[in-house]
């Protein structure tokens, strides 16, 4: 009976220590259980992630022909645009003559403006200068003409007294002594012509439209007709005549009748 409950004991040991073992091992297996659970939910995830990887690079691999399409596209859309570029470049050097050209334009027309502003300005001064010109040369020619008449008038004067002085001894004397006081000055081409009651001899204008100096020169030429006398009167008129020819530029050819 006690190897009974002997052999019993060491049965129930055995089989305690087998239970304690195998609980033991039981706890590892729950440990490594646990670590491959956690080492399988770490392989699940990753290749979770590799089969979304994968299955995006599948989905990608599809879109390729498109994008294939798309970048050939892209590429003749380049070229249109590097065309587009080239006559935009073009059109934007056209422009720069353009702007150029406008710009010579406006600086030419300003240039214009101030020649012609220049011009009116010009043209203002020489109007200007030609009225200050005119005014001094008239009143020049005016001084000058004064100064001519008024030696005129004296030398006019001079011979008015001279030949009425002549036309004084004349009639009191009969004859004039002229060629004497004129002497190499007096030409050979003066002779008078006498016909009827006409003559001609040379005097001043004022002389010729005094009407005493008239009467007498046709008196005096009557009465050299009607005496029949010697040209030598018609001489000595005519002597005188020369001698204010020569000296009085004014004189004019008086034909009396």
Not at 95 to 104: K, M, V
Not at 122 to 148: I, N, P, S
Not at 160 to 177: H, K, N, W
Not at 194 to 220: E, M, Y
Request: proline fraction near 3%; glycine fraction near 4%.
């Amino acid at each position: 009976f006690l190897f009974n409950v002997f052999f019993d004991l060491l049965t129930v040991q055995e089989y305690e220590d087998t239970w304690a073992a195998l609980h033991r091992r039981a706890k590892e297996c729950a440990s490594a259980g646990e670590l491959v659970d956690s080492e399988v939910v770490m392989l699940s995830a990753h290749w979770e992630k590799k089969k979304t990887s994968l299955v995006e690079l599948q989905e990608q691999l599809q879109q390729l022909p498109g994008l294939i399409a798309d970048l050939e596209s892209m590429a003749a859309n380049l070229t249109h645009l590097e065309a587009s570029f080239e006559e935009v470049e073009d059109h934007l050097l056209n422009l720069e003559n353009l702007c150029g050209q406008c710009e010579l334009e406006r600086y030419k027309h300003m240039q214009s403006q101030q020649l012609e502003s220049y011009k009116k300005k010009k043209r203002k001064e020489l109007e200007t200068f030609k009225a200050e010109l005119d005014a001094e040369h008239t009143q020049k020619v005016l001084e000058m003409e004064h100064t001519q008449q008024t030696k005129l008038k004296e030398r006019q004067k001079f011979f008015e007294e001279a030949f009425q002085q002549d036309m004084e001894q004349y009639l009191s004397t009969g004859y004039l002594q002229i060629a004497e006081r004129r002497g190499k000055l007096v030409p050979r081409v003066l002779p008078a012509v006498l016909g009827g009651r006409a003559g001609c001899c040379w005097a001043p204008a004022s002389i010729q439209d005094s009407p005493t100096t008239k009467n007498a020169l046709v008196q005096s030429v009557d009465h050299s007709v009607d005496k029949a006398e010697k040209p030598c009167l018609t001489a000595g008129l005519a002597v005188w005549c020369a001698g204010a020819i020569l000296t009085h530029p004014e004189t004019r050819l008086c034909v009396l009748s």
